[in-house]
């Protein structure tokens, strides 16, 4: 059974600049265990409706766009305390206030290309999970 689990996307700048295997590395070093993941595209129309929450913000359109830009890596992850250790993880969504030692610190070039996504809350987990994985597509 799950202790608690979280959803991640490796972003289209990271998987551009092949910092995939290096962001899985840090990602199984700080004790998460990875029971889905693919390595994948997401349309446009799929990268509205995964951000479908932020519609109504000025950085939607940029960001669904560059979402849909290129090939991904999502995936679910699990670890007590998953969220906000994962949040911890990953740093601050801009990179120049994210902490030393943060993925986002050490991969993301930008604010609007940060290498990572995480999710923000339990409940998002489980949206954002249920939107990429099947049940069948998880161990």
Partial sequence: MATNRTFTMIKPDAVRNGHIGNILQMINAAGFRIIAMKYTNISLAQAKKF????????????????MS???????????DNAVADFRTLIGATNPAEAAEGTIRKRYATSLGENAVHGSDSDENA??????FFSGLERF
């Fill in 126 to 131: 489980v949206i954002e999970g249920d939107f």
């Fill in 69 to 79: 830009s290129g090939p991904i890596v999502a995936a679910i992850l699990e670890k």
């Fill in 51 to 66: 951000y479908e929450v932020h519609a109504a913000r000025p950085f939607y359109g940029e960001l669904t766009e560059f």
